[in-house]
């Protein structure tokens, strides 16, 4: 399948990501991932919620992209039947060229899986990046699927929707999240894979690969169009610490200040992850494809609104920290991108 989707995407760019969300939900089925998983992960794909009415006199659902149960509506205009349910994207202002596969693969997905499909045993992935499996159990299960349980491994995050340029081999599987269905593996720690977008963890032992997939999963989610690729190895700890904050914690303060400027100031999305990568204000100007001095200037904006210097001295870990959860939050690694403009 991906061989096939490299090629079509140099043919028919929009003819490719239909053939990506006919790949998404075939994972998705194979991974048995319920309704609502399935809801959450075509709402990810549409970037926007979507509804579902099972038949005709039922309540309506509807799921936001995060897998959060949203205020029922009623479909639109931008919907599907396949008797007996009704699936609707909700936003219909705003239509893409890939709502109507998105629909018509979730509709089948859910007759599929609302007609007595059976879910699977628990699969092997689950029970590796699981933290209370056994030590006994996560040996077998690396042996039995072939991989050296005396060498480090490391976890790979994708969405089910990738542009895969170098894939190892290795335990995957789809892995139903919060945020959206990811494609999960675990390869040797020598291993390179590159794809867009991609969250690379840091390598760990067979006891440490729930971490690693937890830190994998961050990576991913703090992906951009600037950055498709983001590595544990250059996170360093941030990584561990995004990955253990609980999924509810409140936005601290300096989180809030920088989202409220990001609010009144089109550059602070690009200047954000380019003082981040960068060690210094020219270094960040480069990155950003801007003066120096416009950087500058830009730094002494930030610094009025932030109340630190976010390159100076524990300014600049107090501005690491808050810019990466602050992405974060804005994440829209989950999305399935539009097909190229004139097409």
């Known amino acids: 399948m991906q061989e096939l989707l490299g090629r079509l995407g140099a043919l028919d760019p929009e003819a490719s990501q239909s053939l990506r969300v006919v790949a998404c939900f075939d994972e998705l089925m194979a991974g048995g991932v319920g309704v609502r998983g399935l809801m959450s992960a075509a709402a990810a794909l549409a970037g ?46 705003l239509p893409t060229v890939n ?39 996560r040996l077998e299960i690396a042996v039995r699927r072939g991989l050296d349980a005396g060498l480090p491994h490391r976890a790979v995050a994708t969405p089910l929707f ?39 963890s840091r390598p760990a032992d067979l006891v440490g690969l729930p971490a ?17 690729a983001v590595r544990a190895d250059e996170l360093g700890g941030l990584a561990e610490v995004l990955a253990d904050a609980p999924a509810d914690r409140p936005p601290d303060q300096d989180e809030l200040a920088l989202a409220a400027l990001a609010e009144q ?34 730094l002494d904006t930030m610094t009025g609104a932030l109340g630190y210097h976010p390159l100076d001295g524990l300014g600049r870990a107090r501005f690491a920290l808050s810019a990466l959860r602050w992405r974060l939050r804005r994440s829209e690694a989950f999305v399935l991108p539009p097909p190229p403009a004139g097409r």
């Open 48 to 93: 926007r919620p979507v509804g579902l009415v099972r038949s005709p006199g039922h309540a309506a659902e509807v799921v936001g992209p995060d897998g959060i149960a949203l205020a029922p509506v009623p479909p639109g205009s931008n919907r599907h039947r396949a008797d007996p349910l009704t699936v609707w994207i909700v936003d219909e202002d």
């Open 212 to 228: 690693a997939a937890r830190s994998a999963l961050v990576c991913l989610r703090l992906c951009t169009a600037r950055e498709p």
């Open 162 to 200: 990738a542009t895969w340029r170098r894939r190892p081999t290795g335990l995957e599987d789809v892995v139903p999240t919060e945020h959206g269905p990811v494609q999960l593996s675990i390869v040797d720690a020598r291993a390179e894979a590159a794809a867009d977008p991609i969250g690379i």
């Open 265 to 298: 100031t089109p550059w602070v999305g690009e200047t954000v992850e380019a003082l981040t990568r960068a060690s210094t204000a020219r270094e960040a100007a480069r990155l950003a494809s801007v003066h120096h001095s416009t950087m500058n200037a830009r």
């Open 99 to 137: 709502d109507r596969i998105i629909l018509e693969r979730l509709a089948l997905a859910l007759q599929l899986r609302l007609n007595g499909g059976t879910r699977p045993e628990r699969r092997d992935l689950a029970s590796l990046i699981d933290p209370e499996t056994p030590r006994s159990e």
